[in-house]
């Protein structure tokens, strides 16, 4: 696995996982080892890593991100390629007109995630109905959680609380799970997960 960044989220929970259960299947490369630009050949089914060819017999390439053509076209996005919001209400920063959630808005600390993208809808929402009904707007609050089951019932997660700052959404407090916990505790967070999950699609569908 190669990758451009340095370190990513819940990387020593996964490191463990992937020597408990997975040993000898998947190696990580960061920046420093050639994970930062790496050629891919779709034609001969190649990727070249510091100027070595490699054969692979499947490659999942991740290209750099950024908010969908229609965030552009409606000109919210600016050169990093995402949509500044204003943090106390995902307003877009470039249109009053317009509110940006999710994997799309420049927020601040926020991962992009659905949890995220559910939490900023519900903040958004309180403050459409505010401009349009006069109702009392709430502070905002934002939260989220991301778990990763790394083996059947081990579950891991990361998540915070944030609030927005006149710069950006900032974490004000977080947790991530431990390496080393044991295994009642590892299958209690994947339980957890899936009352997120219930939840979650109950609120968004139901
Ligand atoms: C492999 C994977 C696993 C993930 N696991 C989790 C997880 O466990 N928990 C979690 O919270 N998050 C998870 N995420 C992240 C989560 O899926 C995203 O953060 C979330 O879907 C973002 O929601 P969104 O509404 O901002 O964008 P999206 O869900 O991408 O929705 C944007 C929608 O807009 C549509 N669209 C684009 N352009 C147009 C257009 N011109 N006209 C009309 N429609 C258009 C797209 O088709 C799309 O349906 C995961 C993501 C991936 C890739």
Not at 50 to 76: L, M, T
Request: glycine share 10%.
């Amino acid at each position: 696995m190669f990758d451009p960044k340095d370190k990513f989220s819940k990387q020593a929970l996964f490191e463990e996982a992937w020597g408990k259960y997975y040993a000898g299947m998947v190696e990580w490369i960061g920046p420093e080892f050639g994970g930062g630009a790496v050629e891919v050949r779709p034609a001969t089914m190649e990727i070249v890593v510091e100027g070595e060819a490699q054969k692979v017999d499947a490659c999942n390439v991740i290209p750099a991100q950024k908010a969908g053509q229609i965030a552009e076209i409606a000109g919210v996005t600016d050169d990093s390629g995402w949509a500044p919001v204003n943090p106390e209400n995902m307003k877009s920063k470039a249109d009053e007109n317009i509110w940006v959630l999710g994997d799309s808005s420049a927020q601040g600390d926020m991962p992009k995630s659905g949890f995220s993208a559910n939490s900023q809808a519900k903040v958004a929402a309180m403050a459409v109905r505010g401009e349009l009904s006069d109702a009392k707007v709430f502070p905002a609050r934002y939260s989220n959680t991301c778990w990763s089951l790394v083996a059947p019932d081990d579950g891991v997660k990361v998540g915070a609380s944030y609030e927005p700052t006149p710069e950006k959404i900032a974490s004000v407090e977080s947790f991530i799970s431990e390496t080393g916990e044991d295994a009642a505790l590892r299958k209690a967070t994947y339980e957890e997960s899936l009352g997120w999950y219930a939840g979650i699609t109950a609120d968004i569908f139901g």
